[in-house]
């Protein structure tokens, strides 16, 4: 049998419920293929802040570095929403992504046919989008310097921030999103400003440049604007696209939306080398939290992006996906995926029914 | 008689034959109420790249400024793609806003109950959207300095911009924004990105600063990935929306596009004082350029809005509106609106129905 540690992040709101059903599942499915987890649990997000006074602990931080992936449920709540900027829980993350050095996350967007009534896009539009969003992660405006608040030569009171991009950043990113179109469908759409942003101009002369070690790979461009309009009218044109921090944090949200089960998509953040980080893209949703009512299909399915893409245990992985599909094929929906005809069922039902299935 | 001097910018791909149209029922709407225009004919984009190698010449930017309004039509096309970043058609348009000072975008998305069936919306989701965009137009990182190429501390190429902003620009722009919303349902949506920029933390905080000269508009706030989700899940809770040139660019593009009709929509960009700039949220449509295809209803209404924001003549501006609304009712559909049943007509053709309901 293969051992691997995995860090878990429960975090706050729906995260602890949603982190407990998915180990569960990722346990089963590992013993079935001889794989042993040692799971270590540790605080993060608002229920860091709430215990030691910090979003991220060093603790977390360094047991995360030292484990073969990390799995996190979700962080925020209103209770932290007007704290300063260091003692906010999305500060924890920032900084959990900076500190394993994440670069590259993957965030795939698919209409299950079981779910594409949950769409509010018409059938015909919503029905067979499979799309990957690669947002570059630890670069750009979130964390480029200068930034802060100050004064500009009139005296005035400003705040400001810096999108910048160095050739490595692109480059490290433009590879993984040609790799990951290779393994797909092998288009890959590359989504800037470069009618406007220098660093947008930047980021396609670098992303033009890679293009020549993936002459299979077939590589367009799109405006950011233009891309958030065609992933509204059209969204089956789009295989891979590729693009920057804060124009992947919009266009993987609405993406997401548009397959009208956010609930469902897990996430994958991966560095050069080291522990990824894999998380279910919804939030804490502290309204309904503790009350069993979450979806953790789409932390279940970040455990098999974990096997998949962290571990290489695609076996496992497998099993995972295959499990969530068979349970959703026996009519089970919680509440955010419901429609008349289907059965509705809890957080821990959920879980209960998809173990049955690994 | 009242006389008013209009600078028209025809500009590229569709926008001479859009502005041909929307020209003669601005004339006819404006003479049935006693208003007299003097059109003067300026070039612009693309088109004044051929003629004098620049994209705004510095006549066509006083020509613009020494009138009482502009209407343009749309810019760019192929042929000037890979332009250099100042002989670009964008950049003139990026000109003539900073030249004309117009700092603030009023881009309406509205869902007409004859084009529901436009949208790729499910039905429900869609009838009934009548929402706002406010954008900030002159300032963020569109203008930001410093902005370049250069080499980073580690001797690597770098690609950077500046998204800054000064409290009298948030200010102002949210002055227009509470003033719109009031005039509307009263509801205000600041969009941001509070939560990781201090550009957005600064725009926030002045945005509330501004919020008690206004104790009788509901102001709400939302993250920018947030939003651009929420526009797809129901874009009925939204009545205005305001927020910075970079969002704005984004987020007013997907809320056009969900829609259907994005053929249809016009957009005010207005100054402290001076003209205004009038034009289709359309861009150029090189492909069907020349071949009396385009829809011209977003420049009639366009030319609506120049009536009733630009000069203050909201008469001649309801006739164009109800025009156009009893044109749509008449059945006649160009193609990018068509449906089976109804009658496809070229833009002449649209043009004519429109000035015979005027
Ligand atoms: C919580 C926030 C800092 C984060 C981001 O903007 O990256 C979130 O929106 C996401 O996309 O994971
Ligand atoms: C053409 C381009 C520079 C422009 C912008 O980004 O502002 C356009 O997309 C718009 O929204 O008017």
Redesign the interface.
């Known amino acids: 049998t293969k051992k691997y540690n995995i860090t878990l992040l429960p975090g706050d709101g729906i995260g602890p419920e949603v982190i407990s059903v998915a180990k569960n599942v990722l346990k089963l499915a590992g013993s079935l293929e001889g794989l042993e987890f040692a799971f270590q649990e540790m605080p993060m997000g608002g229920s860091a802040l709430d215990l030691v006074g910090v979003p991220l602990p060093e603790e977390t931080l360094s047991a995360a570095k030292q484990s073969d992936a990390v799995l996190l449920g979700a962080i925020g709540g209103y209770k932290w929403d007007k704290n300063e900027?260091h003692l906010?829980p999305?500060t924890g993350l920032?900084q959990l992504r900076e500190g394993l050095k994440v670069f590259a996350n993957l965030r795939p967007a698919t209409v299950l046919p079981q779910l594409v009534d949950s769409s509010?896009?018409?059938k015909e539009?919503a029905e067979g989008v499979d799309l990957m969003v690669v947002r570059e992660l630890t670069g750009g405006?979130?964390f480029?310097k200068p930034?802060?608040?100050g004064t500009?030569e009139?005296g005035?009171?400003?705040?400001?921030?810096?999108?910048?991009?160095?050739?490595?950043e692109i480059d490290r990113i433009a590879r993984v999103a040609f790799e990951t179109a290779r393994k797909r469908h092998g288009k890959l759409c590359s989504v800037d400003?470069a009618?406007?942003?220098?660093?947008?101009?930047?980021?396609r002369k670098r992303v033009m440049a890679i293009a020549s070690e993936y002459p299979d790979v077939e590589l367009s461009h799109m405006y950011?604007?233009?891309a958030?309009?065609?992933?509204?009218?059209?969204p089956k044109q789009f295989d891979t696209i590729v693009t920057n921090n804060?124009?992947g944090?919009?266009?993987?949200?609405?993406a997401?939306?548009?397959t009208g089960s956010?609930g469902m998509l897990p996430s994958a953040s991966l560095g050069a080398s080291g522990p990824g980080l894999f998380e279910p893209i919804h939030g804490s949703a502290p309204d309904i939290a503790g009350q069993d009512k979450a979806n953790p299909l789409a932390t279940i399915l970040s455990a098999a992006m974990l096997l998949k893409y962290g571990l290489g245990e695609e076996n496992a992985a497998n099993r995972i996906e295959k499990a969530v599909l068979d349970t959703l094929n026996k009519g089970l929906r919680t509440g955010d995926i419901y429609s008349a005809g289907s059965k509705l069922v809890g957080c821990q039902e959920m879980g209960e029914e998809v173990l049955k299935s690994v």
């Open positions: 900027k906010k999305e920032l509010t896009l018409k539009v405006i979130y480029g930034r802060g608040f500009n009139n005035e009171e400003i705040g400001f921030n810096t999108e910048v991009y160095a050739a490595y400003k009618n406007v942003l220098e660093a947008s101009m930047f980021w950011v604007d233009n958030a309009m065609q992933l509204v009218r059209d804060i124009f944090d919009i266009l993987s949200d609405e997401s939306m548009i956010i």
